[in-house]
């Protein structure tokens, strides 16, 4: 029962430690990006239109990129011709990328024709979000060195939800396999499960304690763990 007890904390530290954080920031910057294509617009027929700013009609596309490209940047007069093109959310732009090409500039200011092997076009835009990392994008040692007083807190409470967690896997195969049905077996389990939700609760209003810099991270560790081995050893006298 150890080693399968031990087994099933390790997987839950991996998978929280590394493949969910991984998996959380893969999802945000993706969510970031369909947002930001969203308002920058959508190609549809062969064509890419930005209001007051650019046309771009082209042969096909994939991946979020333009072969045989043609555009028209209305502001400056340009006409542009390039073999591919794609667009790059950078800081507050968007930067339209053409390969392999040449322009030519119709505008009051200049008139010529050049061959270029890359033209970037930048469109600038207040309306471009940027990825802003929450608690979730960091492990646990991540989150404790953090700057903000709230992520070092996090941090912290992730460690003692590790232990809670431990304690729960170990009560959980006791009553899988050690314990034996008596009478008021309902009651038995809502005493236990009101045990669980009053560890949390607790440990709740003790991170919001220590966030409002009202506690130190010893006292918020000395607290949390008595909180915890109070309410368990009530659980492990029950599944008796």
């Not at 028209?72 to 053409?98: C, H, M, P, R």
């Not at 729960?168 to 008596?182: A, D, G, M, R, T």
């Not at 008021?184 to 045990?195: A, D, G, H, V, Y």
């Amino acid at each position: 029962m150890i080693i399968v007890m031990f087994g099933l904390f390790l997987l839950n530290l991996i998978n929280n430690e590394y493949f969910a954080v991984k998996s959380y920031h893969k999802y945000k910057v993706e969510e970031l990006e369909i947002r930001n294509n969203l308002k920058l617009g959508l190609p549809s027929q062969n064509e890419f239109h930005i209001e007051k700013e650019v046309s771009i009609f082209f042969n096909n596309q994939n991946d979020g990129i333009f072969y045989d490209v043609e555009a028209l940047i209305y502001y400056d007069g340009q006409f542009i011709k390039s073999k591919f093109a794609e667009i790059e959310v950078s800081k507050k732009n968007f930067n339209l990328i053409f390969q392999q090409g040449e322009r030519i500039s119709l505008s009051e200011k200049e008139k010529s024709k050049t061959i270029f092997d890359k033209f970037i076009y930048s469109i600038e835009s207040g309306d471009i979000e940027k990825l802003l990392k929450d608690k979730e994008h960091f492990n646990t040692l991540e989150l404790i060195n953090h700057s903000d007083r709230e992520f070092i807190g996090y941090g912290h409470n992730r460690i003692i939800q590790y232990i809670i967690t431990f304690f729960v896997i170990f009560l959980s195969l006791k009553i899988i396999f050690f314990y034996e049905p008596k009478k008021n077996l309902f009651q038995k389990f809502s005493t236990i499960f009101l045990l669980l939700i009053i560890i949390q609760i607790i440990n709740s209003y003790l991170i919001y304690i220590f966030n409002a810099n009202d506690l130190e991270i010893k006292i918020y560790y000395i607290l949390s763990l008595l909180n915890i081995i109070v309410n368990c050893s009530i659980i492990y006298k029950i599944t008796k």
